[in-house]
């Protein structure tokens, strides 16, 4: 092929980047000013690239490097991670390869003197154009973002194997399509190469994953043990004077009164957070719940316990655990704090042989329509646009697990009510 034959079918190579791109990251519908000036440069460069890269690896390495940066650039408004960046474009290769990959059988199959020509390409091209077209008007294909956030590492692998394919593949296509539809050695040695290289990719991923799971554990956690250890400490010597007061009153006939033994024990009971935190078997929740404490109640928030499954055993990391429970108990702290009452109440119970966690909270007035929307991506009741997803994140979580979600508000008591059943 020429420099102009291949300029003319890397103009279809780019729009359909751009209709697959577009919709992964969710930008909407781009200018066409932009969109035009991006596939006229990536067609134009890669032309170029073809003419002063004889080599055919190289071209096609040189060819995916334009194809990174041009991308990158399309996109840049939406400040990618580099990570989640190479995700995205491993993904929109890897979208291309298939619907070119299904274009060349349909044609193939159809016209059956298919050869390596402008006017096939042309045709090839064209179908798998309006196939990119209807996936970015009809598939949900913007919902792989949400494994892009849970840094899900199987499905990593999974895009990363498919580029692999589509990569080598094209080298093939260049060198001569009869590689590709006759020669099975070269697709068995592909396919070996990508699994012996994403096999040691998956296992180092795992391991890192579990790793960087367990670390965050110890970095978020060991300095809160450490301050409830030195709460500990601080409250012996409160409990010094209470037993100290307790037992003057008990041995001097003229200052014991039964009715105020018996009240003093039950304020200094009602008061002290420890009597329900300190049963629970789970150490690292037992901090985390004492930490959120402790801000609620610097920030003039009361708060309340009703623990009563202190041996909780669950399908969630205690990782997990925190971060589902954290998000309820933050927006609990942020909506309850610009109230009168500024009051919380956490329940931790076992329900139905399932773990139970429910949490009350004093609230302006929530209508139904706000409630029913609560869990929806990116859903808040700020102006700041990086706000919302917490609950929305909580919810894929939890039905991943096949846990249920209740919320509700009490207009009699003006309380939000959030109840959460899970494994």
Partial sequence: MTSFDIFILSIFDWLMIILIASKLVNIGRPKITKVITTVLIGSMLISLNSLLVNDYVFNHIWSSVINFILLGIFISKNRLKLNDYIIVFILTFAFLFIMQGTSVIIIRFIMKNFEYSLT????????????????????????????????????????????????FITILWFIGIEHILNSAINMVVIIMLSLVINTVFLKAS???????????????????????????????????????????????PVLFNNEVYKKYIEQV??????????????????????????????????????????????????YQLVEIYG????????????TDTKYIKISLKLKDNKN???IINSSRIITPVEVNKMFGRGYSTKAN????????????MVEKDKGTITAYYDTKERKMVIELLHN
């Fill in 206 to 252: 795992l391991i890192n994953q579990a790793n960087e799971e367990r670390l965050k554990v110890f970095e978020t956690y060991i300095p809160i043990i450490n301050d409830v250890m030195e709460e500990f400490k601080s409250k012996q010597h409160d409990y010094h004077n209470h037993i100290q007061s307790l037992s003057v009153m008990k041995d001097n």
């Fill in 269 to 318: 009971i009602a008061q002290e957070i420890w009597t329900y935190l300190i049963k629970l078997d789970n150490k690292i929740l037992m901090a985390f719940f004492y930490s959120k404490y402790k801000y609620a109640k610097d920030n003039g928030i009361h708060v309340d316990f009703e623990i009563s499954n202190y041996f909780m055993k669950s399908n969630y990391t205690d």
């Fill in 356 to 358: 139970f966690f429910s």
């Fill in 120 to 167: 096939y390409g042309l045709l090839s091209q064209t179908l798998a154009t309006i196939i990119a077209v209807v996936i970015n008007r009809y598939a949900p294909i913007q919902k792989l973002q949400v494994f892009l956030e849970y840094k899900n590492v199987v499905f990593k692998t999974l895009i990363i194997n498919l580029y692999m394919v589509y990569f």
């Fill in 385 to 396: 646009i990086n706000r919302g997803l917490g609950l929305y994140k909580l919810g894929k």
């Fill in 327 to 338: 998000i309820l108990i933050d927006n609990a702290i942020e909506a309850s704090a610009p």
